[in-house]
């Protein structure tokens, strides 16, 4: 359990404490806090891939985390959910936003701002991650959301560049298109299943085609 906490949260960790590690030892503590971060959390994606070799796809774990949001007969959990799949994508994400993150070292040295950047770099990967180990479809929607907002940062880093900013208006504008229709399923889905549970959801969804429903 704690293995799963680990790979989803040691990026956030890394975009939350980037600028102070920088106002305390430099960019370099900030690009080496963030990136050894990227590098543990890439190395433990290995191993729950592994896991789920192990048990021949039949991976699934749901690791609870607390109670999001309650209201009425509406009930949103935040969990983490891990399975064959989210297990191969912990890998994708992780590996690639790791080799992203040392490359960057290079990449970003002569800039300034560069603890500003791995920041934005690891909040980029902590959402990424939400999206994929999400249990329910408001997690999901949680981890689009900060997917937008960490693409809208990211696009617009050089913010001194109008060709950047208004490329990042667009990306804002074009993922806020794409936020009513993700909601506008979301709110269908619990009408018919009184769920936006996956477990419930896709159980209930399948137990209506076999009726024919």
Same mark, same amino acid.
């Given at each position: 359990?704690?293995?799963?906490?680990?790979?989803?949260?040691?990026?956030?960790?890394?975009?939350?404490? =980037?600028?102070?590690?920088?106002?305390?030892?430099?960019?370099?503590? =900030?690009?080496?806090? !963030?990136?050894?971060?990227?590098?543990?959390?890439?190395?433990?994606?290995?191993? !729950?891939?592994?896991? =789920?070799?192990?048990? @021949?796809?039949?991976?699934?774990?749901?690791?609870?985390?607390?109670?999001?949001?309650?209201?009425?007969?509406?009930?949103?959990?935040?969990?983490?959910?891990?399975?064959?799949?989210?297990?191969?994508?912990?890998?994708?994400?992780?590996?690639?936003?790791?080799?992203? #993150?040392?490359?960057?070292?290079?990449?970003? #040295?002569?800039?300034? @701002?560069?603890?500003?950047?791995? *920041?934005?770099?690891?909040?980029? !990967?902590?959402?990424?991650?939400?999206?994929? !180990?999400?249990?329910?479809?408001?997690?999901?929607?949680?981890?689009?959301?900060?997917?937008?907002?960490?693409?809208?940062?990211?696009?617009?880093?050089?913010? @001194?560049?109008?060709?950047?900013? =208004?490329?990042?208006?667009?990306?804002?504008?074009?993922?806020?298109?794409?936020?009513?229709?993700?909601?506008?399923?979301?709110?269908?889905?619990?009408?018919?299943?009184?769920?936006?549970?996956?477990?419930?959801?896709?159980?209930? *969804?399948?137990?209506?085609?076999?009726?024919?429903?």
């Amino acid at each position: 359990m704690l293995m799963y906490k680990l790979i989803v949260f040691l990026p956030l960790f890394g975009a939350l404490f =980037a600028m102070p590690a920088a106002r305390i030892g430099g960019a370099k503590a =900030a690009e080496y806090l !963030t990136c050894t971060a990227m590098v543990i959390a890439a190395i433990l994606s290995c191993f !729950t891939f592994w896991d =789920a070799m192990q048990a @021949h796809g039949e991976l699934s774990v749901v690791v609870p985390l607390f109670t999001w949001i309650k209201s009425g007969a509406f009930t949103a959990e935040w969990a983490l959910k891990i399975d064959t799949l989210t297990a191969v994508m912990l890998v994708v994400v992780n590996g690639v936003s790791c080799l992203v #993150h040392i490359y960057s070292i290079g990449y970003m #040295h002569n800039d300034p @701002h560069r603890p500003r950047f791995f *920041a934005y770099l690891s909040l980029f !990967t902590f959402a990424m991650l939400m999206l994929v !180990t999400a249990s329910n479809f408001i997690q999901m929607f949680f981890g689009w959301e900060g997917v937008g907002l960490a693409s809208y940062l990211l696009i617009g880093f050089w913010y @001194h560049k109008e060709s950047a900013n =208004a490329a990042s208006i667009k990306a804002f504008v074009v993922n806020r298109v794409g936020d009513f229709g993700f909601a506008l399923g979301i709110f269908t889905v619990f009408v018919i299943f009184g769920s936006v549970n996956f477990d419930k959801v896709f159980s209930m *969804a399948l137990s209506m085609a076999e009726e024919g429903v």
